[in-house]
């Protein structure tokens, strides 16, 4: 069975940090492009940040400004996000995304809830 399965969303204070950790199983992430991707509430799903199949190109979403460093380990099947200064704005449920070009494939984990409040 497919799964991606994220971990280490809380509440945290304002200026803190989070590890969001997604684990796969059901298949190997060394094809996919990884990424996370957040949605707030009322608003629409965006990309958080995004790894390439190697790791050797990463990209962030505008509003990451440095703040967030995304990473893989294709050996552990797992890929990271690692949140630091972290605003009330990123309140959101992040999710964990995999995309394979060819063949054509995507999953999508269950969301882990981020709540940064003080």
């Known amino acids: 069975q497919v799964q991606l399965v994220e971990s280490g969303g809380e509440l945290v204070q304002p200026g803190g940090s989070l590890r969001l950790s997604c684990a796969a199983s059901?298949?190997?992430?060394?094809?996919?492009?990884m990424g996370w991707f957040r949605q707030a509430p009322g608003k629409e799903r965006e990309l958080v940040a995004q790894i390439s199949t190697s790791g050797k190109t990463v990209n962030y979403g505008d509003f990451v400004k440095g703040r967030f460093t995304i990473s893989r380990d294709n050996d552990k099947n797992t890929v990271s996000l690692q949140m630091n200064s972290l605003k009330p704005e990123d309140t959101a449920v992040y999710y964990c995304?995999?995309?394979?070009?060819?063949?054509?494939?995507?999953?999508w984990g269950q969301g882990t809830q981020v709540t940064v409040s003080s």
């Open positions: 995304n995999g995309q394979r070009n060819w063949p054509p494939d995507e999953f």
């Open positions: 059901g298949f190997s992430i060394i094809d996919f492009e």
